[in-house]
């Protein structure tokens, strides 16, 4: 047996390898972080509204003001948008909220696609999913969504998604395979997720078996199983006690525009607290060029996130 001495010494050997991994990969991240003069991914929340109170989701702690964003501000960050379409590579319109809620949504996801942006996405419960809005994203050139599907029976989908019907789901899931089947469209692709936790028993491969012959694959369909995290300190479901070992990526890479116009720099800032700025007053460009975010690549680069609460509480930098 391994004497306590030698168990000592290889664990101590074990967390110095871990340590210079570490440190490596960072030197090595650090290196290739250069901030393009526009941002890559643009998360446009079109509304921080939602129909359903999901147990693992922190919407009771939700308290800045809820909206859909104007029609009008819209147009004026798709217009910049359209204008530096080269280095934009995605659009997200949703961020914390159901974006079905958003009438307009139809037409917002069209007036992107025309101003040049390669991918449109968003994330949705699907609950709202009527096929006469299926039709409507499809015209409009939606080119991928994502559903989240919390339970895989009315029982354990209802007590995770509170508020939101299984069945009625289910069939609106239903009716967007039909009928982009039947229009014989190649786009949107779908992403279903699911996300194991004790209200919904952490069925997945009941979960699987449940979608596996809807999706198409060949189209680029696909079934994710996620983990819970924290929101940025929204809930507590993993540990952040650790110090922070990875660099943040986030603010070279995306932004995050909330419905009234703030900007924050990751949709983990659930309560929309590290405001970098306000695109009603200024243009995606002047903020991801100005001092806020140049100041807080400089901080994460050195794995300083002291000024950041909401990255305190995050557990995607351990």
């Given amino acids: 047996m391994e004497s306590c001495e030698a168990m000592v010494r290889n664990k101590f050997l074990r967390a110095l ?5 570490r440190y490596v990969f960072n030197l090595y991240h650090r290196s290739k972080l250069s901030a393009a003069h526009f941002p890559p991914a643009v998360w446009i929340e079109n509304t921080n509204l939602c129909n359903a109170r999901c147990v693992m989701c922190p ?42 809620l958003d009438k307009d949504l139809a037409l917002k996801i069209r007036l992107a696609k025309e101003a040049g942006v390669r991918q449109v996405y968003f994330v949705t419960n699907a609950s709202l999913l009527t096929e006469e809005k299926v039709h409507q994203y499809i015209a409009a050139g939606l080119d991928e969504f994502k559903i989240s599907f919390y339970g895989t029976s009315p029982e354990t989908y209802n007590n995770t998604m509170v508020g939101l019907d299984f069945e ?14 039947a229009l014989n469209a190649k786009h949107p692709r779908v992403l279903v997720q699911y996300l194991p936790q004790p209200h919904n028993l952490g069925l997945t491969d009941e979960f699987v078996s449940m979608f596996d012959d809807m999706i198409d694959r060949t189209l680029g369909d696909s079934i994710s199983i996620f983990n819970l995290h924290n929101f940025g300190g929204g809930r507590s479901y993993r540990d952040t006690s650790a110090p922070a070992c990875t660099i943040c990526d986030y603010p070279w890479r995306t932004m995050v525009i909330l419905q009234n116009g703030l900007v924050v720099p990751c949709c983990m800032d659930y309560n929309g607290e590290q405001v970098v700025g306000d695109v009603t007053v200024d243009s995606i460009a002047g903020i991801w060029n100005g001092t806020a975010y140049r100041q807080m690549r400089e901080m994460f680069k050195t ?10 509480r995050c557990e995607h930098i351990r």
């Fill in 303 to 312: 794995l300083n996130y002291t000024r950041y609460p909401v990255c305190l």
């Fill in 17 to 21: 390898r871990r340590l210079g991994k």
């Fill in 59 to 100: 919407r009771d702690k939700h308290t800045r003001p809820q909206g859909i964003m104007p029609m009008a501000l819209f147009e004026k960050l798709i217009s910049e948008i359209e204008k530096n379409n080269d280095a934009v590579t995605r659009v997200h319109l949703h961020n914390y909220g159901e974006p079905l």
């Fill in 168 to 181: 009625k789901t289910m069939n609106n899931v239903k009716t967007f395979f039909r009928v982009r089947k």
